[in-house]
């Protein structure tokens, strides 16, 4: 694993991936004692001021602070994405040990129910469950780990598998181990690279997710801001003050970018057969 980091650490994009990230999120654990305006307080007074030394990034059409509602929408784009990715790697890591350790019927069984999930295209269940559990933060969460957690059983299975028969399972067989901690201290532990790989990939596709849900109005909802949402309320006044939807826009862009290359980067140094032959272009 050693070599591994070194990798990483020598990889210029990995570590700027990684710079950049930790920022943001240092920034959205700040936010609420940083000298920023009110992300919430309106002031028709100053709407859609240009950008400046008063206002950064300029203010929206209610007079609120863009610079304001950016950093503090890390706390609900970002924050949030990690926690639906969070959950639905527990989930579907769980799940799908224990598919691999049960074997047989039981694991047949399993994998049919992840089919039927997985029958549907991820976006169009997560806007099925949101719409019929209404819009909120806690309802969008949920809806993107129903819809994602299968496709995670399914590739956690097909990577425990070949821990299944280890020397190291088997004894804790015999031992009388319980299932539970063996799927725990054992099996997952040895997927927990090419785990990590899949999240790191797939945290992108979830910030699109959550703010394309927050952009149609069933994510989170105003007054709090959410890039998402920050694009939609400027797409009302885009044909004459377009710079409002640049901020948003593009902190959506660079996030998304700054995972997808640190995936490529961590899969390159973790994975030996992409990392004999350079770095990778294709996703995971």
Request: proline share 6%.
């Amino acid at each position: 694993m050693a070599p591994a980091y070194r990798k990483i650490l020598s990889s210029p994009s990995a570590m700027a991936c990684i710079g950049f990230l930790a920022f943001l999120s240092l920034l959205g654990l700040l936010a609420p004692v940083l000298p920023l305006q009110s992300p919430t307080e309106v002031n028709l007074a100053q709407k859609l001021a240009p950008w400046g030394a008063g206002h950064l990034f300029g203010t929206d059409q209610l007079g609120r602070d863009v610079l304001s509602r950016l950093i503090f929408g890390i706390r609900t784009t970002l924050f949030w994405s990690l926690a639906a990715m969070a959950g639905t790697l527990a989930a579907g890591a769980l799940y799908g040990a224990a598919s691999a350790f049960f074997r047989g019927r039981t694991d047949s069984v399993m994998m049919r129910i992840c089919d039927v999930f997985m029958s549907f295209p991820s976006e169009v269940l997560t806007l099925a469950i949101v719409g019929l559990m209404g819009p909120g933060i806690m309802n969008m969460v949920l809806a993107c780990i129903l819809a994602k957690w299968a496709w995670y059983a399914r590739m956690t299975r097909g990577i425990v598998r070949r821990y299944t028969s280890c020397g190291y399972t088997d004894f804790a067989r015999v031992a009388g181990a319980r299932p539970l901690a063996i799927i725990t201290g054992h099996l997952l532990p040895g997927a927990a690279g090419e785990l990590l790989v899949l999240c790191t990939v797939d945290a992108g596709s979830v910030i699109l997710l959550i703010s394309t849900l927050s952009f149609l109005g069933l994510g989170v909802q105003p007054p709090d801001p959410e890039w998402g949402m920050m694009l939609a309320e400027a797409k009302e006044v885009l044909s004459l003050y377009p710079w409002q939807m640049v901020p948003p826009g593009l902190t959506v862009m660079a996030t998304v970018a700054a995972f997808n290359y640190l995936g490529d980067a961590l899969r390159d140094a973790l994975d030996p057969k992409h990392a004999v032959g350079g770095t990778s272009h294709d996703a995971a």
